[in-house]
């Protein structure tokens, strides 16, 4: 027995209530994960650009952090931002307090305790005897972090809500001359770090 063309108009119908959801619900969660990817790669490259120009100089003021951090982590691109920028020695000894800029406090995780970095590190310091010097090699760590309930249109979908991206440099320079308010603001008196 055929069935009725209007029976077919009705299964069809009925069909596509049923895929229709199922096909919205996949383009949200499709521009989702592309959003959320697309801040990730901007983080990790706006770390990388901190880090890489930081670890080049031999002096840095206030201003000159200031304009470095503002084009490279954009807050009209970017969102709102804390950024965490560190000097590590390869012992995990920091010489500095960390810098801390963006718009949002707090969402970044502590990556240090009592003077001592905690986080992972691209290389370890070398096992030095007893009566060496440890190596005077220091590392600048970028740690960029962001929510990311305004980037998904399904955010309850999305169970961590920060995204945190790392990023290193070699020093080119032993020592850096930071000029007064860096200063202050890293807990060091005299100008060399």
């Known amino acids: 027995m055929i069935a009725s063309p209007r029976t077919q108009r009705g299964n069809a119908l009925v069909e596509t209530a049923l895929i229709l959801p199922l096909l919205i619900g996949s383009a949200i969660i499709i521009a989702d994960l592309y959003n959320i990817n697309q801040a990730r790669a901007y983080m990790e490259q706006s770390a990388h650009t901190v ?3 930081l670890a080049m100089q031999s002096r840095l003021d ?3 952090l200031q304009a470095l951090t503002e084009q490279s982590a ?3 691109v970017l969102g709102d931002y804390e950024m965490v920028i560190s000097r590590v020695m390869l012992d995990r000894s920091m010489p500095w307090k960390p810098l801390y800029r963006g718009n949002v406090e707090g969402i970044c ?5 009592d003077g001592q970095y905690n986080g992972e590190l691209p290389e370890e310091a070398p096992a030095t005897e007893d009566d060496e010097a440890p190596p005077s090699t ?10 990311s309930d305004n980037l ?8 961590e809500k920060d995204i945190q991206t790392i990023s290193f440099a070699r020093m080119s320079y032993n020592s850096i001359e930071l000029d007064d308010p860096l200063s202050e ?6 100008d060399d770090g």
């Open 51 to 53: 880090a890489s120009t």
């Open 185 to 190: 603001e890293v807990g060091i008196k005299d």
């Open 74 to 76: 954009a807050p009209g």
């Open 152 to 159: 998904a249109l399904s955010s309850a979908l999305i169970a």
């Open 138 to 147: 220091s590392l600048v760590v970028v740690q960029l972090c962001r929510n």
């Open 109 to 113: 995780a502590q990556l240090y305790t």
């Open 62 to 64: 206030k201003d000159s």
